[in-house]
Nanobody
Framework: QVQLVESGGGLVQAGGSLRLSCAAS????????VSWFRQAPGKEREFVAA????????YYADSVKGRFTISRDNAKNTVDLQMNSLKPEDTAVYYC?????????????????WGQGTQVTVSS
């Protein structure tokens, strides 16, 4: 059973920063691609960022490119999302998701393993 636990969310003013972390209970964590998604009230879940199994490749939604950075530490079974220059429109519940084949998908339908989410609120 794969368990993903997000942490690091909170309330921040526009222009501020937060660092989210996703901890996984997986001995084979390095074989999973990991992505971050977010869902704002009344909106569909959307792709934010993804990182390949060994962390060599990272992918970002256009809306966060240049502001967010995804990274992973396979020794610690963690994937982090550093979020800088936050905007009110970044307000959402942020979820991490793991994909067992190692493939990167921007569609949430491909992901079976999800965390419970962490709330990020950016005030103007």
């Amino acid at each position: 059973q794969v368990q993903l636990v997000e942490s690091g969310g909170g309330l921040v003013q526009a222009g501020g920063s937060l660092r989210l972390s996703c901890a996984a209970s997986l001995r084979t964590f390095s074989s999973y691609a990991v992505s971050w998604f977010r869902q704002a009230p009344g909106k569909e879940r959307e792709f934010v960022a993804a990182i390949s199994r060994r962390g060599l490749n990272a992918y970002y939604a256009d809306s966060v490119k240049g502001r967010f950075t995804i990274s992973r530490d396979n020794a610690k079974n963690t994937v982090d999302l550093q979020m800088n220059s936050l905007k009110p429109e970044d307000t959402a519940v942020y979820y991490c998701a793991a994909e067992g084949s190692g493939q990167i998908y921007r569609d949430s339908q491909h992901y079976y393993h999800w965390g419970q989410g962490t709330q990020v609120t950016v005030s103007s």
